[in-house]
């Protein structure tokens, strides 16, 4: 354990040695300590992932933020790029595009057949009035 102040709050860092899904184990450095923790495998260089014992004793893992030195909660939510983002919505609105389509062709299908029994209705009732 490394005991270290971080955005006013008195933590011990825990070195990390096992693997994480999103992360890569890398070393940074922090008030002149060298601690191991986790980079995020694509965007977010400025975040690394701290795990830490609180005050209280509680194991929890932080965000830390390397421009301005700052901690936050992390939610085990993995953070995406904007471009991630894009490609997500890109892929949402192909999907939606493709089932509005296949709904018109299914009502303009369904049109088709009623006109059609419609039509061959209306030719069996005229062949019976004459």
Same mark, same amino acid.
Do not use: C
């Given at each position: 354990?490394?005991?270290? +102040?971080?955005?006013?709050?008195?933590?011990?860092?825990?070195?990390?040695? !096992? #693997?994480?899904?999103?992360?890569? *184990?890398?070393?940074?450095?922090?008030? #002149? +300590?060298? *601690? $191991?923790?986790?980079?995020?495998?694509?965007?977010?260089?400025?975040?690394?992932?701290? /795990? @830490?014992?609180?005050?209280?004793?509680? =194991?929890?893992?932080?965000?830390?933020?390397?421009?301005?030195?700052?901690?936050?909660?992390?939610? =085990?939510? @993995?953070?995406? $790029?904007? /471009?991630?983002?894009?490609?997500?919505?890109?892929?949402? =609105?192909? +999907? /939606?595009? &493709?089932?509005?389509?296949?709904?018109?062709?299914?009502?303009?299908? $369904? &049109? @088709?057949?009623?006109? *059609?029994?419609?039509?061959? !209705?209306?030719?069996?009732?005229?062949?019976?009035?004459?």
């Amino acid at each position: 354990m490394i005991p270290l +102040k971080i955005d006013n709050r008195n933590l011990y860092l825990l070195d990390t040695y !096992r #693997e994480k899904e999103g992360f890569e *184990i890398s070393l940074i450095t922090i008030e #002149e +300590k060298e *601690i $191991t923790g986790y980079k995020f495998k694509e965007g977010f260089e400025n975040y690394y992932l701290l /795990n @830490a014992i609180n005050n209280e004793g509680e =194991n929890i893992e932080y965000l830390y933020e390397t421009k301005e030195k700052t901690l936050q909660l992390y939610s =085990n939510s @993995a953070p995406i $790029t904007y /471009n991630q983002y894009e490609g997500m919505i890109k892929e949402i =609105n192909m +999907k /939606n595009i &493709i089932i509005y389509s296949l709904v018109i062709i299914l009502v303009l299908y $369904t &049109i @088709a057949v009623i006109f *059609i029994i419609l039509k061959l !209705r209306k030719g069996k009732l005229d062949e019976k009035v004459h």
